[in-house]
C-alpha cells in the first residue's frame, strides 16, 4: 500500500490532548522513576495544551489547584530578608525530598531547587495565566548564581550533578523570565558556550565535546535570550553554525551525522535554525511528513522513532517541531524560550508591571 503523503496525514488533535490529560492525571506504575522530575513532566502535558490551544481543558479550580501544586514545589527562604539561605532557592521537581521524613514539616536536608524545574515551573505558572506574585525574584536569582561554576557552567542543584550546556540554557531561561541577570555572571557563561564550539561549528556539551543537535539549541537559544547572539559569534562561525544544523535534515532532523532522525530534532534543530534566520530554507513537507508519521493515532501521542511508543517530551517537541512551520492548529511557539507566543506575551506583560 503507498504510504500517505503528508496533505493526507492529518494532526490527531483529540487524541493527542487526550494522552496529555492521562499523563497528568494517571501515570502508569512504572513510570514511578521519573518522580523527582515530575514538574518537567507537567510542563511537557501541559506547554503542549497549550500549543494544541487546548487549554480550557482545564476548568478554573483545575488550573488554581495546579498552579499552587507547582508553588508547593518552591524552595522558598526561611529568613527572606538575612538572604543566608537564598543559594537553596528554586523549585524541586516534586514534593517527595521536600520535607523531612519525620512529620515534621521542617525542610529536608535535600530540600533545594533544580534548574531544570525552576525554569520549567516558571513556564508552567506563565502557561497558566500566574503572574510570578509568589515568586521571590532574588532569592531565585540568587539560588541560580549559586550553581554557576568556575568555568562558566552551571550545575543543575547544589546536591552536586553534571555541570553543561543544558544548565546554562535554564539558567539563561529563568534570567531572561525574571529579568534578573544577576543570576549569572554573563561574561564568563558567553565563555563557557564559545569554548564549547566544535570544529564542525555546531555545539558540544562543553569544550572539546562532539557537536550535538540539543546541546547547540542550548547554546545558541542562551546566546540569543542573553541578547548576544549576533555580536559575539564572527559571520563565518554563524555560517558554519547555520550549515551545520541545516545538513542535520534527512527527512526530519537527526542530532549528530549519521544518526537516525528523531521527533525531538525537528525542535530543537529547527528552533535554532529559526533563531538563525534561516528556517525557511529547510524542506517543510519532508519534516512534516516525518512528525505525523511519529504520532500514535490511537492512543495520541508522539514518539521518538516512527513505530515506537510515545512519550510526553516527544510529544510536546514533536508538536513543537510542527508548529515552527506556522500550522494554523497550533500556537506558535517562541523558539528561544520553547513556550507558546501567546505565555510569551502574557510575561511580557508582567515585565512592563515590574518595570513601572
Ligand atoms: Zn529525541
Known sequence: MPSSSPVDMKLAKCKHVKYFLRNLKLMPARASSYDSTRLALAF????????????????????????????????????PERGDDWDRCGFMGSSTFKFATDGSNEPSPYSSGHLTMTYTGLATLLILGDDLS??????????????????????????????????????????????????MDVQK??????????????????????????????????????????????????????RWCISRQ????????????????????????????????????????????????????????????PDPMHTFLGLGGLALMSDEDLEEVHPGLNMSERALSHLHSIHKKWMS
Open 44 to 79: 511537557f502535558c501541559i506547554s503542549g495544551l497549550d500549543i494544541l490551544k487546548s487549554l480550557d481543558v482545564f476548568d478554573e479550580a483545575e488550573r488554581k489547584s495546579t498552579i499552587d501544586w507547582i508553588y508547593g514545589l518552591l524552595v522558598e527562604p526561611i529568613s
Open 134 to 183: 509568589r515568586v521571590n525574584r532574588r532569592a531565585l536569582s540568587a539560588g541560580v548564581r549559586a550553581l554557576q561554576q568556575e568555568n562558566g557552567s552551571f550545575c543543575a542543584s547544589l546536591e552536586g550533578s553534571e555541570n553543561d550546556m543544558r544548565f546554562v540554557y535554564c539558567a539563561a531561561a529563568v534570567c531572561y523570565i525574571l529579568q534578573d541577570w544577576s543570576g
Open 189 to 242: 557563561a558567553v565563555n563557557y558556550i564559545l569554548n564549547s564550539i566544535s570544529y564542525d561549528y555546531g555545539f558540544g556539551e562543553g569544550p572539546d565535546l562532539e557537536a550535538h543537535g540539543g546541546t547547540t539549541y542550548c547554546a545558541v537559544a542562551a546566546l540569543s535570550l542573553m541578547g548576544q547572539l549576533e555580536t559575539c559569534l564572527s559571520s563565518k562561525q554563524l555560517n558554519g553554525l547555520r
Open 250 to 309: 534527512m527527512s526530519g532532523f537527526q542530532g549528530r551525522p549519521n544518526k537516525p532522525v528523531d521527533t525531538c530534532y525537528s525542535f530543537w534543530v529547527g528552533a535554532t535554525l529559526k533563531l538563525l534566520g534561516v528556517y525557511h530554507l529547510i524542506d517543510y513537507d519532508q519534516n512534516k511528513e516525518l512528525l505525523l508519521s511519529s504520532q500514535d493515532s490511537t492512543i495520541g501521542g508522539f514518539s521518538k522513532w516512527v513505530d515506537s511508543d
